[in-house]
């Protein structure tokens, strides 16, 4: 099969589970017509972050790597009134689109967009703030830090979810060896031997090609 059969896969199941959202079609058209990379999570993955935030019942999230804001909107969505959706972008273009998308869904209040090195912002945040969940979604080749950082931040029982962990099977090809897959392939020689967390990789085809999320639980 072919990414277009994943496409239209991933449509099928779409036109069933998921209602039309005028919001997140804007937000996504906003993006496009400033030509943003168009890199976000698909609808669906979207949906299905919004889903596993509810299950765990998270009120404060993390993301690093916010484009344009796809999905800390679905974060944003998924918290309480009073939980909190902290996202981190380097680029400031793609934060004041992002910006504008989280007033445009409504989501402005609960959401705060730290504009910088995802690395440096990191340091600054409190740990006695824990997270309940933290979303990886940035340049792969700082995973280990970023992972590193997600547990010092995160509470026990939180969840890490790494995005692009296996870029069309390209991680698994030890032949393939450019800055994503080094960077994922790092990720996981240190999550191989690390006690505090319980992990798997979960490979996903669809409109976004052949890829995949790493799920960790932090004990
Ligand atoms: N999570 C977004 C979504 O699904 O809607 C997509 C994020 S996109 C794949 C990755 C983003 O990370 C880009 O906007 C890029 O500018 C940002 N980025 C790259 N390097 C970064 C860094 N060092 N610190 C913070 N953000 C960075």
């Known amino acids: 099969t072919t990414i277009e059969d994943w496409a239209r896969s991933e449509k099928f199941h779409d ?65 309480p009134d009073d939980g909190n959706v902290t996202t981190l972008e380097l680029d400031p273009l793609h934060a004041k689109v992002a910006s504008e998308n ?6 402005a209040k609960k959401i705060t967009l730290l504009v910088g090195r995802a690395a ?23 995973n280990v830090i970023y992972y590193t950082e997600a547990k010092r931040l995160l509470r026990s029982g939180g969840i890490i979810i790494v995005d ?5 099977g390209k991680v698994a090809d030890l032949e393939f060896n450019d800055d994503w897959a080094l ?17 798997v990789t979960i490979p996903t085809v669809g409109a ?12």
């Not at 943003?36 to 999230?61: H, M, T, W, Y």
């Not at 989280?102 to 989501?107: D, H, I, K, S, T």
């Not at 020689?189 to 319980?198: F, I, P, S, T």
């Not at 052949?210 to 004990?219: L, P, S």
Request: proline share 2%; charged share 25%.
């Open 15 to 79: 036109s069933f589970l998921l209602s039309k959202d005028y919001i997140l079609d804007a937000v996504a058209n906003h993006s496009a017509s400033l030509g943003l990379p168009d890199v976000a999570v698909s609808e669906s993955q979207g949906k299905f972050l919004n889903l596993l935030a509810r299950s765990i019942g998270a009120k404060r999230i993390l993301e690093i790597g916010t484009l344009a804001g796809f999905s800390a909107i679905q974060f944003a969505r998924a918290v």
């Open 183 to 199: 960077g994922v392939r790092e990720l996981l020689a240190v999550m191989k031997d690390d006690k505090e967390v319980e992990a």
């Open 120 to 142: 440096d912002s990191l340091v600054a945040l409190d740990p006695e703030k824990l997270f309940d969940l933290v979303f990886i979604d940035a340049d792969k080749l700082s």
């Open 164 to 168: 692009n962990a296996v870029y069309d």
């Open 208 to 219: 976004r090609g052949f890829d995949g999320f790493i799920y960790a639980i932090r004990k």
């Open 102 to 107: 989280f007033e445009r869904a409504g989501v």
